[in-house]
Protein backbone atom coordinates (compact mmCIF):
# COMPACT_ATOMS: atom_id res chain seq x y z
CA UNK A 1 0.00 0.00 0.00
CA UNK A 2 1.37 3.53 -0.88
CA UNK A 3 -0.35 6.86 0.86
CA UNK A 4 0.95 9.90 -0.39
CA UNK A 5 0.98 13.29 1.81
CA UNK A 6 1.93 16.90 1.89
CA UNK A 7 -0.61 18.34 -0.87
CA UNK A 8 -2.39 21.85 -0.77
CA UNK A 9 -2.68 25.35 -1.92
CA UNK A 10 0.61 27.21 -2.39
CA UNK A 11 1.58 30.38 -4.60
CA UNK A 12 3.12 30.50 -7.87
CA UNK A 13 7.06 30.11 -6.81
CA UNK A 14 6.68 28.30 -3.42
CA UNK A 15 6.92 25.20 -2.50
CA UNK A 16 6.06 22.16 -1.28
CA UNK A 17 7.10 18.49 -0.53
CA UNK A 18 5.15 15.33 -0.72
CA UNK A 19 5.70 12.15 1.15
CA UNK A 20 4.51 8.58 -0.07
CA UNK A 21 4.75 5.68 2.70
CA UNK A 22 4.86 2.28 1.34
CA UNK A 23 3.70 -0.56 3.96
CA UNK A 24 3.10 -4.03 3.12
CA UNK A 25 6.13 -5.12 1.83
CA UNK A 26 9.25 -3.53 1.35
CA UNK A 27 9.85 -1.12 -1.65
CA UNK A 28 13.41 -0.53 -0.93
CA UNK A 29 14.35 -2.79 -3.90
CA UNK A 30 11.70 -1.36 -6.48
CA UNK A 31 11.15 1.57 -8.83
CA UNK A 32 9.38 4.32 -7.13
CA UNK A 33 8.00 6.98 -9.11
CA UNK A 34 5.60 10.01 -9.20
CA UNK A 35 3.50 10.34 -11.81
CA UNK A 36 0.28 13.36 -12.44
CA UNK A 37 -2.80 14.02 -13.54
CA UNK A 38 -4.41 17.25 -14.21
CA UNK A 39 -8.17 17.71 -15.10
CA UNK A 40 -8.23 17.05 -18.77
CA UNK A 41 -4.98 15.72 -19.44
CA UNK A 42 -3.19 12.73 -19.50
CA UNK A 43 -1.55 11.01 -16.67
CA UNK A 44 2.38 12.73 -17.03
CA UNK A 45 5.46 10.89 -15.86
CA UNK A 46 7.32 13.51 -13.21
CA UNK A 47 10.12 11.54 -11.48
CA UNK A 48 11.20 8.35 -10.30
CA UNK A 49 14.22 6.58 -8.88
CA UNK A 50 15.77 3.24 -8.73
CA UNK A 51 16.91 1.42 -6.04
CA UNK A 52 20.53 2.45 -6.54
CA UNK A 53 19.34 6.15 -6.42
CA UNK A 54 19.45 6.92 -10.14
CA UNK A 55 17.06 9.63 -10.57
CA UNK A 56 14.53 10.31 -13.53
CA UNK A 57 12.69 13.54 -14.17
CA UNK A 58 10.38 14.80 -17.07
CA UNK A 59 11.34 17.35 -19.21
CA UNK A 60 8.85 19.95 -17.36
CA UNK A 61 9.98 19.68 -14.16
CA UNK A 62 13.72 19.23 -14.58
CA UNK A 63 15.59 21.53 -12.30
CA UNK A 64 12.75 22.23 -10.15
CA UNK A 65 11.65 18.83 -8.65
CA UNK A 66 13.77 16.55 -7.15
CA UNK A 67 12.97 12.83 -5.70
CA UNK A 68 14.23 11.03 -2.69
CA UNK A 69 13.95 8.22 -1.27
CA UNK A 70 13.92 6.72 2.87
CA UNK A 71 14.64 2.75 2.49
CA UNK A 72 15.28 2.67 6.36
CA UNK A 73 11.21 4.62 6.73
CA UNK A 74 10.35 3.11 3.74
CA UNK A 75 9.33 6.53 2.48
CA UNK A 76 9.75 8.33 -0.83
CA UNK A 77 9.69 11.86 -1.42
CA UNK A 78 9.10 14.98 -4.03
CA UNK A 79 10.63 18.12 -2.90
CA UNK A 80 8.76 20.44 -5.44
CA UNK A 81 10.26 24.11 -6.03
CA UNK A 82 9.59 26.94 -8.11
CA UNK A 83 6.06 25.68 -8.25
CA UNK A 84 4.04 26.98 -11.38
CA UNK A 85 0.15 27.05 -12.20
CA UNK A 86 0.71 24.24 -14.62
CA UNK A 87 2.09 21.94 -11.80
CA UNK A 88 -1.37 21.81 -10.52
CA UNK A 89 -2.42 18.12 -10.74
CA UNK A 90 -3.12 15.04 -8.50
CA UNK A 91 -0.12 13.88 -7.73
CA UNK A 92 0.42 9.47 -7.24
CA UNK A 93 3.30 7.31 -6.00
CA UNK A 94 3.76 4.16 -7.51
CA UNK A 95 6.27 1.44 -7.56
CA UNK A 96 7.35 -1.49 -9.67
CA UNK A 97 9.37 -4.46 -8.97
CA UNK A 98 11.88 -3.29 -12.17
CA UNK A 99 12.43 -2.17 -15.64
CA UNK A 100 11.38 1.10 -17.28
CA UNK A 101 10.80 4.30 -15.12
CA UNK A 102 8.85 6.34 -17.79
CA UNK A 103 5.67 4.06 -18.56
CA UNK A 104 2.82 4.43 -16.20
CA UNK A 105 1.20 1.22 -16.91
CA UNK A 106 3.77 -0.38 -16.00
CA UNK A 107 3.94 0.08 -12.42
CA UNK A 108 2.15 -2.41 -10.20
CA UNK A 109 1.56 -0.57 -6.77
CA UNK A 110 -0.04 2.89 -6.54
CA UNK A 111 -1.49 5.26 -4.17
CA UNK A 112 -4.65 6.98 -3.88
CA UNK A 113 -3.12 10.65 -4.84
CA UNK A 114 -2.74 13.84 -2.99
CA UNK A 115 -4.03 17.07 -4.66
CA UNK A 116 -1.42 19.73 -5.75
CA UNK A 117 -2.77 23.60 -6.32
CA UNK A 118 -0.60 26.50 -7.54
CA UNK A 119 -2.17 29.88 -8.09
CA UNK A 120 -1.24 32.32 -9.92
Request: positive net charge.
Amino acid sequence: QLVESGGGLVQAGGSLRLSCAASGRTFSSYVMGWFRQAPGKEREFVAAMRSGGIAYYGDSVKGRFTISRDNAKNTVYLQMNSLKPEDTAVYYCAARVSGSVWQGSAYEYWGQGTQVTVSS
